[in-house]
């Protein structure tokens, strides 16, 4: 019997991380992992060659994970929030009118 300690303890106010993954990225990852599952199974269902289907997948796989990570490393956790949310604020406003504007008594 061997006796592993394992620190799970991540600190105060830290965000999760695994393996270099940060917050929002281990969903992310957990679900292309779960797509490639899903489109193994179609492939093989398909009746695609097994050989054929395992090499589609690990390709996929090591570019999903790639990417993944070059996401984390760029954006940090909360970079891509930011700029997702960036876009939705308007870079003009119009308006007909002047009463927006007027101080009213």
Not at 33 to 43: G, S
Not at 53 to 59: A, K, N, S
Not at 75 to 95: D, N, Q
Request: aromatic letters at 12%; a positive charge.
């Amino acid at each position: 019997m061997s006796n592993s300690v394992y620190s799970i303890n991540k600190g105060i106010n830290k965000s999760i991380e695994f393996k270099g993954l940060k917050a929002q990225y281990i969903w992310y990852f957990g679900g292309g992992v779960i797509a490639l599952l899903i489109l193994f199974a179609i492939l093989y269902i398909i009746g695609i060659n097994s050989f054929v289907c395992i090499g589609i997948i690990l390709t996929l796989g090591t570019i999903l994970t790639i990417k993944i990570y070059a996401l984390s490393n760029t954006y940090g956790e909360y970079g891509m929030m930011k700029k997702l949310a960036k876009r939705s604020i308007p870079k003009v406003i119009k308006s007909k009118s002047r009463s927006a504007f007027l101080h009213r008594k």
